[in-house]
């Protein structure tokens, strides 16, 4: 899974469940608690969350995902739609 992928799914999962602790991380997308540290640490500098002690919150200011993680997300399926549009 490449890092651009990997910060998608956790947002979506922040986004889905409000928050996310570490150990959820290390357990659903395989990678070390280093590696999710290192990927909530960027989230946060960018504020799309809110940084805490294990895990992280859902950014009170932001509903919804920012646009180049939402077109990263399902890519195949809207391929496959657009394709079938333009036929």
């Excluded at 500098?45 to 200011?61: F, K």
């Excluded at 920012?66 to 394709?83: C, G, H, N, V």
């Amino acid at each position: 899974m490449s890092r651009h992928d990997r910060l998608s799914t956790i947002l979506g999962i922040i986004v889905d469940e409000g928050s996310v602790r570490i150990d959820d991380i290390i357990e659903r997308l395989g990678v070390s608690a280093a590696t999710a540290r290192r990927d909530l640490d960027l989230l946060a500098n960018q504020q799309l969350i809110t940084r805490t002690r294990g895990g992280a919150n859902a950014n009170p200011t932001s509903a919804e995902l920012p646009l180049r993680y939402r077109t990263s997300r399902m890519a195949q399926e809207k391929a496959r739609i657009a394709r079938a549009a333009a036929a």
